[in-house]
C-alpha cells in the first residue's frame, strides 16, 4: 500500500534543547505511521533534517528558559505538503537567514542554510517580540 | 548530538596515544545534525594535526544526505562497513 494522505496534526510547547529535540523527531514518527511511510522515506528525511536544525536553533537561541516562555511547535500535513511552525520569543534573527554554507572546516554555522536547502519554503517573520518560523515541504 | 562531548574525550585520548587511525562506526546513528558534524569536524581537526586519518563507516541515509549537502563528503571518505573503511587502513 501506498502512503496514505489523511489530515495529520500534532502540537507541543518545547522548553529544553535535548528534550524539544526527541518531542520534534517523535512527531516526525507519528506522521510516518499516520500516513504509512517508511523511515526511508525520502522526502521526510530531508524534511525531518531541516527539522532539526532550525527547531535545535529555535531552542538554543530562542532562549525559552530565560524568558520562562516556552516555544510552541506545531506539525500539520495536508494535501500531500507536510507543514511545521515554530512561535519562539527570542531575538530577531534576519541577520543570520542570508548566510552563506561556511567552509568545510568550520565547526558551526551550517544549521539553518542546510534547512533552506531542504525545504520548499522557509518562511521566517518577527511579530512583536516573537519569531514565526514555517517550514514547508511537499512529500 | 548527545554523544558529542565523548566523541571529543575518546579523540583526545587517541591522538596521544600517536599516529591516530580512527574509524567512526556510524551503524547505531539514526540522526545526524549539524551540530553533531561539528563534533566530527572538530574530531577531524585534531587527527589530522596528529598527522592521522579519519574515516566513517556505515553512515545511514540521512547521513549521507547531510554529508553530501554540506560537501562535507569531500573530507570524510565514507565506507559501506568497517571492514571496507579498515582495508588499506
Redesign the interface.
Known amino acids: 500500500m501506498g502512503p496514505k494522505e489523511e489530515p495529520f496534526e500534532f502540537r507541543a510547547t518545547l522548553t529544553v534543547l ?1 528534550q524539544g ?1 526527541d518531542t520534534l ?1 517523535q512527531s516526525v514518527d507519528r506522521l510516518r505511521q499516520a500516513t504509512g511511510r517508511d523511515e ?1 522515506d ?1 522526502q521526510l ?2 524534511f ?2 531541516a527539522l ?2 532550525i527547531g ?1 536553533n529555535v531552542l538554543t537561541h530562542g532562549r525559552p528558559q530565560e524568558v520562562g516562555v516556552p516555544v510552541e511547535y506545531m506539525l500539520r500535513f495536508e494535501g500531500g505538503t507536510v507543514i511545521a511552525s515554530f512561535v519562539d520569543p527570542g531575538p530577531p534573527v534576519h541577520e543570520h537567514l542570508a548566510r552563506e ?1 561556511p567552509d ?5 554555522g ?2 539553518l542554510v ?1 534547512a533552506r ?2 525545504l520548499d519554503e522557509l518562511g521566517y517573520e518577527r511579530d512583536g517580540e516573537l519569531n514565526r518560523w514555517r517550514l514547508v515541504k511537499r512529500l | 548530538m548527545v554523544g558529542a562531548p565523548a566523541l571529543k574525550d575518546v579523540i583526545s585520548e587517541v591522538v596521544k596515544s600517536g599516529l591516530p587511525r580512527v574509524v567512526i562506526d556510524m551503524e547505531g546513528v539514526s540522526f545526524v545534525d549539524s551540530t553533531g558534524l561539528g563534533s566530527v569536524i572538530s574530531a577531524l581537526k585534531q587527527i589530522k594535526g596528529s598527522q592521522g586519518e579519519l574515516r566513517l563507516a556505515a553512515p545511514n541515509q540521512q547521513v549521507r544526505v547531510v554529508l553530501e549537502l554540506t560537501t562535507l563528503d569531500r573530507v570524510f571518505p565514507y565506507y559501506a562497513t568497517v571492514e571496507e573503511a579498515l582495508t588499506g587502513f
Not at chain 1, 104 to 108: A, G, R, Y
Open positions: 535535548d529535540l523527531h526511508s525520502p528525511i530531508l525531518e533534517t532539526g536544525e535545535a554554507m568545510v572546516w568550520s565547526e558551526d551550517r544549521g542546510l536547502s531542504l
